[in-house]
């Protein structure tokens, strides 16, 4: 057995142990005793969160401590073993800045989350089980961060997809919700699957999971099997993080409620395969096909997304899709090589992104379950909370210079993909933050400008199925009045994260003496790069006017006077002319379902019903008749008369005696 | 020098004969009396060799087994005789064509 | 002696079971008497590993054979699980005519004691014969079609005729058949092949693998959930067992030589049941069908001679009876609320039945390999070895299903609880106390073996340079 090569300061971290297990003591509380809990369900679930933030922040010394080296892989952070799953298959919790960073996010935003579902789920059914499953995902979401190998990441990984699905089907008597939660579980499968095959790859190299094992040999790999390595993760990543070509089931999984699609599906679960790009950067960096591959997908996804969200209506779609779209920013970052890029996107991200979430949350909550943005309009009048909250998230989204975190981010990335030696990626990055500008600001303006649209007709808006559009999943149980949770539960944490939101991209500001860069000294590999053909400054000014240029598009769409004035026709106008194409969200989800679903269903069908009782069974009975048969025949030989049996007789003993006298014959 | 004034072809030719006369009856006839007759004379066909070899060989053993034959086909022919007689006893006519109770 | 209690309690209370005169019938004392003699054998089993009965000789001519039972390596843990599995399924049934199918389920845990314990050949192939025929009579007795009952008598008998032809051949060839876990058998001569022959289409009709496999999807299908639980559980795992300790620890050469064919059946058993159970719509039949997928892997970790998807294939065989029998138990338990397997009929139950949709939740999230249930562990492991033993292809192969296994479980598992209610379903009431209680032994070691599966692996690293052969041969000492 090779020696094993750990990474980080081994030792015994209670507060690291603590920060694991509470949100899953707070899952199994909740799911046990949820009943019996009622409201205090969603203070506990909250709680367990909070405690768990703090007890993140108190590892922070420990996460940043160097190592005394001891020869090649990144030295930094507190490990922790726990115990051998199998013999080569041991299991640790490995706390660096990598893990720290997403843990703060996980818990940190996780806690003001819960908070606000504390106000938007009140009233619902299952209060309780929906805490129990939010703790759950926690839990499985600082699995995935926390462990020291693959294994124990891949566990994370699938717990995730199966708190993801059990939250978007978390109405499940929906049949929409059970589709998109089972499409979800489905498409992750083919990622878990993926990061399956890695490990089986990792193994047969290292004969050891363990990430210090996978790094320390990176250098050993050949080409090919590297790049076989690399290509089956990033399939993990891709699917998690909804890349291309296994991005459908994302905006499908806008069905669960509001806050799971902050926390799950904007903020943490979906920068998954952010996150082990990142871990795994010591592969990458040896491999420039590996890097070009990711780099290239996440630009696609980033452009795809950031397209096709400007043709959708449901103010949720809208952000799945440019949540899409940023994580391809994120992945195109870390896959070409800026990985501080990457991670700072991802970081700013979960702020921004969650916060618009839980802006339109709040939209949603006091619209009564609307979520078509053709049937809101005028809001700035009656939610100016929401409002601040949606603009400061559109100023960080969009990259509007210094105003917001999302231009220091977005800018490390798209800068970085220039400096790595991708002009291209470079060019798609600059163009869709043009176009993000644009459908962001789309959105706004139409949610928030012009008239109230909530009283008019559907069709003269141009929505042809209104019972489809929008989730008005409990809009029943709405209707009926009940006593709503304080406003302020939800809008508190909306408040909060306009902070970071604001204002945590500075810690970006400064190139390498940034405190971002000093975070991350000891974790990335800091390669010797030539000096960019274009400067940070001028990237800047390009993409802030190519930002300018997509907010003048949306106003002179959607926020001058006669547009704002003529709203319902113009909007009937564009549902109507809505290139199929776009609507269709570029037919991926046919193609998978005729390439796929449809192969295998009918390929069972063929099996079950033809080859099984047909063609196997059909043999099987064909050896029973051809005895049967055979017996027939042997049949008509028995006529019971005495004298066919002493004819036979002879006829048998005449044969006997003729063969041993041509035999006798021969012989002599 | 055989002890023998008639040549052993001679019995073996006369016992092909009498035995094949015997088949034929078996099959031919359709009373069961016959057909106990006939396997009568084909055990006596066997006999005639047993006796007709034991004489040429001058050796015993043809005698004994003479006797065994004439012994077993006493015994079947009690029992053949029997099993005819429930048969006339239950159908009153004795033709075996129409005793086909073995038929598959 | 603990092995022999093992072995003769179950089939001696099942005979008197069977002779009582019945003028009164009694479900409950019946099933009450079933329960405690399951309980009993459970404790029995627990103590028993390593345990040992012999009386030798039992036979001496032509060959040497003894009565020979012992509870060593993995037939503990099969032994163990057949005793839960079969106290989980008494616990919670219903059926009519019950105190005739206690004695069915004793008479079936008996003799399935008796093959997975006996350490002799000759008594191994007598008992594999015997356990079929409780599982004839439950098919002839509750099943749906009679027809099924002939179907699964005359495949697995046609393999226990081979067994036996085998075994006799093998007790003559070497002289004795007490041969089980020891090491130093080595058989030779012409005759090998066919032994080997014999022996593995025995295990394979039983396991089974394509296309051997007709008979399983309308057995499954037809015999009553706690009959079929226990079936699917643990007798489907006597082939497998016998694949190991007999096939490759007396004859790694022939299966060695087999091996490509034996890996291109399991492939094809693999894909053909994921893709068939997906349009299944009888909750049984998918069941049935995601195992031949499920021990086709088993099959193809065997067949691929590494030490590491060996040792995945023991964890699987656990995982895989304690996940195919909750499963349908549950399923089992629905049937028998709702009077319909039909995932057509059947929808949005989980409303009203949430502990009943958790149960059937986590057997099936266990059966499509969620990572930190016992099915992950096992099929991580053997893909593990047999990438390791370089079956690059197959291992890409025997990927492809893990995905169709999410989509046909969730189908299952969504058709039967999510969705609207449907109105004319006669909904009863949620799990009840007694289900509960029999689920979650199951459910309790789904989750412990899969979080911490060190508990059932025999070997220690040192061992990833022994051959499969010695794994195998240290596997049932």
């Given at each position: 057995m090779p020696v094993h090569h750990v990474m980080g300061n081994e030792g015994n971290y209670p507060y690291l142990l603590a920060l694991w297990l509470l949100p899953l003591a707070g899952a199994i509380v909740n799911w046990a005793f949820g009943p019996q809990l009622k409201s205090a369900a969603g203070a506990l679930g909250s709680a367990a969160i909070g405690v768990a933030f703090v007890a993140t922040v108190l590892m922070w010394g420990a996460a940043t401590q160097s190592v005394p080296s001891t020869g090649g892989v990144n030295l930094v952070g507190a490990h922790q073993t726990l115990f051998s799953w199998l013999p080569g298959f041991d299991f640790g919790l490995l706390m660096d800045p990598l893990s720290l960073l997403w843990a703060l996010i996980i818990t940190g935003v996780g806690f003001l989350i819960h908070v606000y579902s504390i106000g938007y789920m009140d009233g619902d059914n299952a209060f309780a089980r929906f805490f129990a499953y939010m703790n759950f995902f926690v839990f499985a979401m600082l699995t995935l961060v926390l462990s020291d190998n693959f294994v124990g990441l891949l566990i994370g990984w699938g717990l995730v997809g199966l708190a993801s699905y059990f939250l978007i089907g978390f109405w499940f008597f929906k049949p929409s919700a059970v589709a998109a939660a089972r499409k979800a579980f489905v498409l992750n499968v083919v990622g878990d699957v993926g990061i399956m095959f890695a490990i089986f790859m990792i193994f047969a190299s290292v004969h050891s999971t363990g990430f210090g094992d996978a790094f320390a040999f990176a250098g050993s790999y050949n080409t090919g099997w590297l790049f076989a390595i690399c290509l089956t993760l990033f399939i993990g990543a891709a699917a998690k993080s909804a890349q291309i070509p296994l991005q459908t089931w994302l905006p499908d999984a806008m069905e669960g409620p509001t806050p799971v699609s902050a926390l799950i599906h904007a903020a943490t679960m979906v920068t998954a395969g952010v996150y082990l790009i990142a871990r795994c950067a010591p592969l990458w960096s040896q491999n420039q096909d590996a890097q070009m591959l990711v780099g290239v997908i996440g630009a696609l996804t980033a452009l795809l997304g950031a397209i096709l969200g400007c043709a959708q209506w449901d103010i949720k779609r809208i952000l799945a899709y440019s949540t899409m779209s940023q994580i391809g920013y994120m992945i195109m970052g870390v896959g070409v090589g800026a990985y501080e890029g990457g991670v700072a996107h991802f970081f700013t991200h979960a702020f921004f992104k969650a916060q618009l979430f839980l802006g339109s949350g709040i939209i949603i909550h006091a619209l009564n379950n609307e979520q078509d943005v053709r049937r809101m309009g005028g809001l700035i009048k009656t939610m100016p909370f929401a409002f601040v909250a949606m603009l400061t998230g559109v100023i960080a989204i969009s990259g509007i210079p210094y105003l917001g975190s999302g231009f220091f981010s977005k800018d490390l990335v798209i800068q970085g993909a220039l400096q790595h030696g991708h002009p291209w990626l470079y060019a798609i990055a600059l163009i869709t933050a043009g176009i993000t500008a644009y459908y962001m600001c789309r959105m706004l303006f139409v949610t928030?400008?012009?008239?109230?649209?909530?009283?008019?007709?559907?069709s003269d808006l141009g929505i042809r199925h209104p019972e489809l559009?929008?989730?008005?999943?409990h809009a029943a149980e709405h209707d009926e009045v009940h006593a709503h949770a304080p406003a302020w539960l939800m809008n508190v944490p909306v408040g909060i994260l306009i902070v970071p939101t604001v204002l945590i991209g500075w810690l970006m500001f400064g190139g390498e003496n940034s405190p971002w860069a000093h975070f991350f000294a000891q974790q990335f590999p800091h390669p010797a790069l030539p000096a960019a053909p274009i400067s940070e400054t001028l990237t800047a000014v390009i993409a802030f006017a190519l930002v300018i240029v997509g907010i003048a598009i949306a106003w002179a769409r959607y926020g001058v006077a006669p547009a704002q004035q003529n709203a319902v026709e113009r909007l009937r106008q564009e549902s109507v002319r809505m290139p199929a194409v776009l609507t269709n969200a570029f037919y991926f989800d046919y193609a998978i379902d005729w390439l796929f679903v449809r192969t295998s269903q009918l390929l069972g069908t063929l099996f079950g019903r033809f080859l099984d009782p047909q063609v196997i069974d059909g043999a099987v009975r064909e050896t029973a008749f051809s005895a049967q048969w055979l017996g027939t025949l042997v049949r008509s030989f028995q006529t019971g008369l005495l004298r066919t049996y002493a004819f036979l007789l002879v006829i048998g003993a005449t044969c006997f005696m003729v063969y041993y006298a041509v035999a006798m014959g021969a012989a002599k | 020098m055989s002890p023998m004034a008639v040549p052993i072809a001679d019995y073996v030719g006369l016992s092909a004969v009498i035995f094949f006369i015997g088949v034929a009856g078996v099959i031919v006839r359709r009373n069961p009396l016959i057909m106990l007759m006939s396997i009568e004379l084909m055990f006596n066909a066997a006999n005639l060799l047993f006796i007709a070899f034991s004489r040429a060989w001058l050796h015993n053993a043809g005698h004994i087994f003479a006797f065994l034959v004439i012994t077993v086909a006493a015994a079947e022919a009690a029992i053949g005789l029997a099993i005819v007689v429930t048969v006339f006893r239950t159908s009153r006519h004795v033709d075996v064509d129409d005793i086909a109770l073995m038929k598959g | 002696m603990i092995v022999l209690a093992l072995v003769l309690l179950p089939i001696l209370a099942g005979i008197i079971m069977l002779l009582i005169p019945a003028r009164e019938e009694n479900p409950v004392l019946a099933k009450g008497a079933g329960t405690v003699i399951a309980l009993i054998e459970f404790a029995l089993a627990l103590g028993a590993r390593d345990s040992e009965f012999s009386l030798r000789p039992w036979l001496s001519r032509p060959f040497e054979s003894s009565f020979h039972f012992g509870a060593t390596g993995i037939s503990f843990w099969i032994v163990l699980l057949l005793a839960v599995v079969t106290f989980s399924a008494i616990l919670a049934m219903s059926v009519p005519r019950q105190r005739q199918f206690v004695a069915q389920m004793l008479l079936l845990e008996g003799t399935m004691m008796g093959v997975f314990l006996a350490k002799d050949l000759l008594l191994f192939a007598l008992f594999w014969d015997l356990m079929l025929l409780p599982v004839f009579f439950g098919l002839l007795g509750w099943?749906?079609?009679p027809a099924t009952a002939w179907r699964y008598f005359i495949y697995n008998f046609a393999g226990g005729l081979a067994l036996l032809l085998a075994t006799a051949t093998f007790g003559v060839l070497f002289g004795s058949t007490d041969v089980i876990g020891r090491t130093d058998v080595h058989v030779v001569g012409s005759w090998v092949p066919w032994i080997f022959i014999g022996f593995a289409f025995a295990f394979l009709v039983k396991t089974p693998v394509w296309p051997l496999h007709t008979w399983m999807p309308p057995t499954y299908s037809n015999t009553p959930p706690p009959m079929v639980a226990v079936v699917s559980a643990v007798q489907s795992k006597a082939g497998l067992y016998g694949l190991i300790v007999i096939c490759m620890a007396f004859m790694p050469d022939y299966l060695k030589a087999y091996a490509g064919v034996l890996i291109v059946l399991g492939v094809i058993s693999l894909l053909y049941g994921a893709v068939v159970s997906l349009v299944q719509n009888d909750t049984k039949r998918i069941v049935a069908y995601s195992s031949l997928s499920h021990l086709g892997l088993i099959v193809v970790a065997i067949c691929s001679f590494n030490a590491i998807a060996l040792q995945g294939a023991l964890i699987y065989i656990i995982a895989h009876g304690l996940f195919s029998a909750g499963m349908f138990l549950t399923l089992g338990y629905v049937e028998a609320r709702e009077d319909t397997r039909s995932l057509v009929r059947l929808g949005g139950l989980g409303a009203v039945n949430p502990k009943l949709a958790g149960a059937l939740c986590i057997t099936s999230l266990a059966a499509l390999g969620l990572p930190g249930l016992a099915g992950f562990v096992g099929e991580i492991v053997i893909l593990t070895g047999v990438f390791q033993a370089g079956f690059i292809w197959v291992t890409i192969l025997a990927l492809i299903p893990i995905v169709i296994a999410a989509a046909y479980m969730l189908r299952l598992f969504q058709g039967v609880m999510n969705g609207p209610e449907v109105e004319d379903l006669p909904v009863r009431r949620d799990l009840t106390w007694l289900e509960g209680i029999a689920l979650a032994p199951i459910v309790l070691a789904l989750v412990v073996l899969g979080v911490n599966p060190h508990a059932l692996t025999t070997f220690d690293p040192a061992q990833y340079n022994a051959t499969q052969t010695q794994v195998a041969q240290g596997v049932a000492r």
């Open positions: 928030f400008l012009g008239q109230y649209r909530g009283n008019v007709d559907p559009a929008g989730t008005s999943a | - | 099943g749906e079609h």
